[in-house]
């Protein structure tokens, strides 16, 4: 065989191609799918193309969400109050319609609307979008994850239609969930008619849903922070963050030029701190936490059995709104002589944010002492029954609205609870009372609520503290807040939430990238094990009987005369070679080597395995600094090395 370089050895053509190894690198693509890895990463600049597409969003998001506040307003003006005499109980900023008087109350009609107005949204969303039935919420976030920040055309408006019709005709729940979905939906589309990358769309997504919340919830940077921690029970996407608080910033501008600027909330002006308070909080943060689950699993209890009826897609809403209708309507006509019109609402149809304020501030109407305890305890668990039936037979409505007034209605009972029994004596000794504020209770416990069953600790203290119009509440929140979230480990509002990044489809490649960064080459190298070399002479016939014998190693390094490592041969070719015994007989390594492929043994994994792709191998020689062999490096052990490194702990 005549001698020369053994790169143009391998590379002139001496082989059949049929013998020129394609070995299968098929399972590391599979399991690392980092072939589609772009190698140029997004950089989110303080002033770039995704800042201004996140202003876009935010101004169509805002411009859609003063729509369908205006729409929903006007709906629930014509269908519920002019039509049955219902009156709602409404928060403070809340009003844009002034309200009717000397309207008559027609019981007879009010128990049927709830039921007529989400049969027709039933109908409507199971023919047209039937993912917009429900909160909203979970569609996003399951687009987010796991649809690539699709959401359909046609979401936006089949949404509104739809929230319009359930939340019109009085069904309990909030209307942050629709918008939300709306907004992130308009995120999506723009993404697709820009033809943004996928990330880039799933980010869009993200702020679009910070842009839908704020635009009617007025907290523009605990909407950016919601939208951005949501995604994840302990995680939240960075990236998004800066584009998400644009977005909101913009949507709430466009909302309040519309609307006026004011809080939804009637508040003290001041919540002074006392550290004496503290243990109170803990404990209302335990109790919050038990009546959280409860709700969560009424409501998950509720659509498990909603979806084991044998009925129509279409229908099953109507049946939630039916079962709130004859609920609510007794319940209303038996307090009514009680607390008179001006409570007529009590906040169990619609949003019932009206409850919430009562819990914070009280109301004329509303009997003090224990008998106002009473009442708003029975009116927790009221709301709870009430927005388990619309959202969990899939009203489209949000349950975003509904946790914060449950949370609020028990933390403003607990408040008064702490206040009477702290203002006793017992066994002699005069406990104080003073300082304390059933509406600061309240406000706390609306973050700790939501906060603690959504896992979105950090966006709903933000958010309470913009209600209240003050950060007087931020250390009590914090504390209660963070005894929340380590009683609701294990429950969660959501079912689309991922623990974290790398248990979500979105961030696969990504986060496997991060994870082989992170380790090097020598930590998971094969060492200390004898292995097989070849001089460039060997005949072809002992190349393929020592490869036959070898039971673990798959790529084979060709000695120089001075030891120096000058190419390599691949098992597969050799097995190959070895159906072909007359073409065995007349070659030497020289011929069938390849140059010499190695990494350091201080590379990092992702360059390694990227260096497996790239030659399409399946094992590499792993040399020191002085290019010394010490070991290899089989796609089997970068397999096991991400596998420890993500497997979630016991």
Known sequence: MSAGPPTERFSSGRLPPSLRAKPNVGRVRAIFNLARIDKSPIELQLVGRMLVRSALVGAAAGIAGSLFFFLLELAQRVLLEDLTGYVPLRAAGEILLEQKAGVHFRPWLLWAIPALGALAAGVISTYFAPETM????DAIIEAFHNRGGVVRRRVPFVKAIVSVLTLGTGGSGGREGPTMHIGGAIGSIVGRYLKVSERERRILLVAGTAAGMAAVFRTPLGAALLAVEVLHQDDFESDALVPSVLSSVVSYSVFISFFGEYTLFAHAARYPFDPRHLPLYALMAVVIS????????????????????????????????????????????????????????LGVLGGGYGAAQVAI????????????????????????????????SGGSAGDFGPSLVIGGIFGGAFGRFAKLVLAHTYIGVKLNAAGIDPGAFALVAMGTFYGGLAHVPIASLVMTCELAGSYDLLVPLMFAE???????????LYHSQVRTKRE??????????????????????????????????????QVIQQVSESEWQDAFPVLGKDGELVGIVNGEILRTLSADPDIGALAVVDDLMAPPLSVSETDNLHAALQKLLDNNVRELLVVDANGRIVGFLDEADVTRAYHGETAPED
């Open 134 to 137: 429900g909160g909203g919420s």
């Open 482 to 492: 963070g005894i929340a979230f380590v009683a609701l480990r294990h429950t969660s």
């Open 361 to 392: 501030t009280g109301a004329s109407w509303f009997p003090e002492g224990w008998l106002g305890i009473e009442l708003l305890v029975v009116l927790g668990f009221t709301k709870i029954l009430a927005t388990s039936l619309t959202v969990g």
């Open 504 to 541: 979500s489809p979105a961030h696969r490649g990504d986060l496997i990238t991060d994870v082989l960064s992170e380790i090097t080459v020598g930590e998971v190298a094969t060492k200390d094990r004898p292995f097989v070399t070849f001089e460039r002479k060997t005949p072809a016939k």
């Open 290 to 345: 038990l009546i959280a689950a409860g709700f969560s699993n009424a409501l998950h209890a509720t659509q498990k059995k909603m979806a084991r009826l044998k009925l129509p897609m279409w229908c099953k809403p109507a049946l939630g709104g039916l079962g709130l209708g004859l609920f609510a309507t007794p319940l209303l006509l038996l307090v009514d002589p009680h607390v008179g019109p001006a409570g007529q609402g």
